[in-house]
């Protein structure tokens, strides 16, 4: 079956700087690709997700990469801020049914 | 967690005990999940239903059951609880029809079995 990768498992950048998690799958057949934003006590909250015949999607500071043929995306936070720290998750949804195999999670910490 | 609840948001049970959790919908989305997040593991999809009484096992399956007798209703069921079933347990809803392959997240159900 599916299986995600997720790096790094923690992160921290200056207020400012760019923020980089990378996700690698295993099941070529996979083919959507969002990404999850949860806050403490909170329930995961899609900010960003991309489709297997899309290389890349951004929305304002966010940006979503992806490539196929290496079986990796990434996202990309610019001018990080305070309110960026969470704990981010990829995940992948393989070529049959709905289900969505989770990445373990990035934990970002954004200092001011 | 617009459109959905969960109940109870937190229970503390003892080993052995039957436990119901709850979800529910006003979305009226066809298709409802059941995860659970442990630190170190990420999300795990325990079951997931895809109409009113059709349901599947996801990959951590054992130990659960659930039912749907109505489209807003999914219900998660631990039979005789364990302590490796404390968790933290989240509802997501989806619908092709209206969000596409998006998945939208209920705030979830810490349960402490003792």
């Known amino acids: 079956g599916e299986n995600v990768e997720q790096h790094p498992s923690t992160l921290s950048v200056q207020e400012g700087d760019s923020a980089v998690i990378k996700c690698t799958y295993s099941d070529s057949a996979s083919n959507y690709f969002p990404w999850y934003k949860q806050e403490l006590g909170k329930g995961p909250q899609l900010i960003i997700d991309i489709r297997s015949n899309v290389g890349e999607k951004k929305d304002q500071r966010i940006a979503v990469t992806l490539n196929k043929t290496a079986k990796h995306f990434s996202l990309h936070i610019t001018e990080t801020q305070p309110e960026d720290s969470a704990v981010y998750f990829c995940?992948?949804?393989?070529?049959?049914?709905?289900?969505?195999?989770f990445g373990k999670g990035t934990t970002l910490s954004v200092s001011s | 967690d617009a459109g959905i609840t969960q109940s109870p948001r937190h229970k503390v049970t003892e080993t052995g005990t039957p436990v119901t959790l709850r979800c529910h919908q006003t979305?009226?989305?066809?298709?409802m999940y059941w995860y659970r997040q442990d630190p170190g593991h990420g999300l795990r999809l325990i079951h997931y239903s895809y109409g009113v009484k059709d349901t599947d096992k996801g990959e951590v399956s054992d130990g659960y059951s659930v039912s749907r007798s109505k489209t807003e209703d999914f219900l998660l069921t631990l039979e005789s609880a364990t302590s490796s079933q404390t968790s933290v347990y989240f509802c997501a809803i989806s619908d092709p029809r209206q969000g596409g392959e998006t998945q939208y997240f209920g705030p979830g159900t810490r349960l402490l079995v003792l």
């Open positions: 995940a992948a949804r393989p070529g049959a049914g709905t289900a969505l195999i």
């Open positions: 979305e009226n989305h066809r298709y």
